[in-house]
């Protein structure tokens, strides 16, 4: 039986598309897993200090996992933060920016709040963590709880400041590490 040329394209080319469409969708999968696991410590901080203990000897700052677990351990339940779209595209906006020039940071002052009120959000309250060079939810939350060699820990002030009640998590590619997750957080939203 003989395909034609226009019929065996076909299956070629939605191969092609779902082979591109692929890591999209497992950036997607990791932003929300992302989210899953961020609101997990912050619902269950003493769980989330048991599993840091599990794993101090495999650390190599096991003084930061030690502070983070002291932390955790006296760390009261919070409520989860709801994902948001837009503080989600503010993310993504960073993220590929970001990720494809193989930058670090968080860009100039008044970057995230500028990024914010491009997706219609006006918050009073905002913040941002950036993850290098993981692509499993629960070591980028790991590493940014225990935020080794960060003076004042502040992403990990970030994930249980009780002042945010949204967050966006976008993760992709990155140039230098290979792989980034940025966690935008916004709070006391202004009425538009």
């Known amino acids: 039986m003989r395909i034609s ?3 065996a394209l076909i299956p070629a080319t ?15 999968r990791l932003d929300d897993a992302v989210l899953d696991e961020l609101n997990f410590a912050r619902a269950r901080p003493a769980a989330y200090a048991r599993e840091l203990r599990r ?7 096991p003084a930061a996992v030690e502070e983070a677990i002291d932390f955790l ?26 990720g494809a020039r193989g930058d670090v940071g968080h860009g ?3 970057g995230l709040g500028q990024r914010l009120r491009g997706q219609g959000v006006w918050a009073g309250l ?32 970030n994930i249980f400041a009780s002042g945010y009640q949204l967050a966006g998590v976008a993760c992709g590619p990155h140039r230098a590490y290979g792989s980034m ?7 006391a939203l202004a009425p538009r």
């Open 5 to 7: 040329g226009r019929k």
């Open 14 to 28: 939605a191969g092609l598309l779902l082979l591109a469409l692929a890591p999209a969708a497992q950036a997607a």
């Open 55 to 61: 794993e101090l000897n495999r650390s190599d700052d």
């Open 73 to 98: 351990e006296r760390q009261a339940s919070l409520p989860p933060l709801e994902s948001d779209r837009r503080v989600a595209a503010a993310a993504r906006q960073h993220a590929q920016a970001q």
């Open 108 to 110: 100039g002052a008044g």
């Open 126 to 157: 905002s913040a941002e963590n950036i993850s290098y060079g993981f692509d499993d939810a629960r070591d980028v939350v790991r590493q940014l709880i225990i935020d080794s060699g960060v003076p004042g820990r502040g992403h990990r002030r």
């Open 181 to 187: 997750c940025v966690i935008d957080f916004a709070g």
